[in-house]
């Protein structure tokens, strides 16, 4: 759900289910099968569309849990797919 006020702020939230099976991924996999993540976000666009500030919150409830996908290298750091609260700033201008 996204909000958009004419005078350029934005605000947005969002939810994604997971259901997942952890069977045959050995120890260190025990973590729910199914869970909930939302993230929510607020910025402000520039007059014109000359640029934008977001900030984004992601996995605001703070979830524990272990996902894996076919094809992901368990050991590669990849922010979006590890458990735990995170903040992103995001500054971009077009001219």
Known sequence: ?????????????????????????GPGTDGER??????????????????VVKLTVENIFDKRFHYLTAGVDPNRDDRRLQPG?????QVSFNY
Do not use: E
């Open 34 to 51: 199914s869970f909930v993540l939302c993230d929510a976000n607020i910025g402000y666009q520039f007059p014109k569309r000359h640029g």
């Open 85 to 89: 609260i995170s903040a992103n700033l």
């Open 1 to 25: 759900m996204s909000w958009f006020h004419p005078t350029g702020w934005f605000w947005g939230v969002a939810t994604a289910l997971r259901m997942q099976s952890l069977q045959g991924y």
